[in-house]
């Protein structure tokens, strides 16, 4: 129902871009966003946008990421730049309808290696 895509190898002081849309079967979606996961630790949030583009970030990655969603297509992006090791982890589409059903996307591999 979430389908994300645009995962890779980058090196450090690169850029990606991650997509992900939701099916058509999702209905009054409220939060999308990213949250990413790395062996041994919990996932954790990147960013989330709502319907009404208020984006929000966690401190790691304000003034690198950029958030944007399509309301329309019920899409959400996530562009990447100056990326770090640090970064390096699975990416997961995230949504929340208005009625507080959440969705994840099933995971996309972003490398930030040299």
């Known amino acids: 129902q979430l389908q994300a895509s645009g995962g890779g190898l980058a090196q450090p002081g690169g850029s990606l871009r991650l997509s992900c849309a939701a099916s058509?079967?999702?209905?009054?979606?409220?939060?999308m966003g990213w949250y990413r996961q790395t062996p041994g630790k919990q996932r954790e949030l990147v960013s989330t946008?709502?319907?009404?583009?208020?984006?929000n970030y966690a401190d790691s990655v304000k003034g690198r990421f950029t958030i944007s969603r399509d309301n329309a297509k019920n899409t959400v992006s996530l562009q990447m730049t100056n990326l770090t090791p640090e970064d390096t982890a699975v990416y997961y589409c995230?949504?929340?309808?208005?009625?507080?059903?959440?969705?994840w996307g099933q995971g996309t591999l972003v490398t930030v290696s040299s």
């Open positions: 946008i709502t319907s009404a583009f208020s984006p």
């Open positions: 058509g079967s999702i209905f009054r979606i409220g939060i």
């Open positions: 995230y949504t929340r309808t208005v009625n507080n059903l959440g969705y």
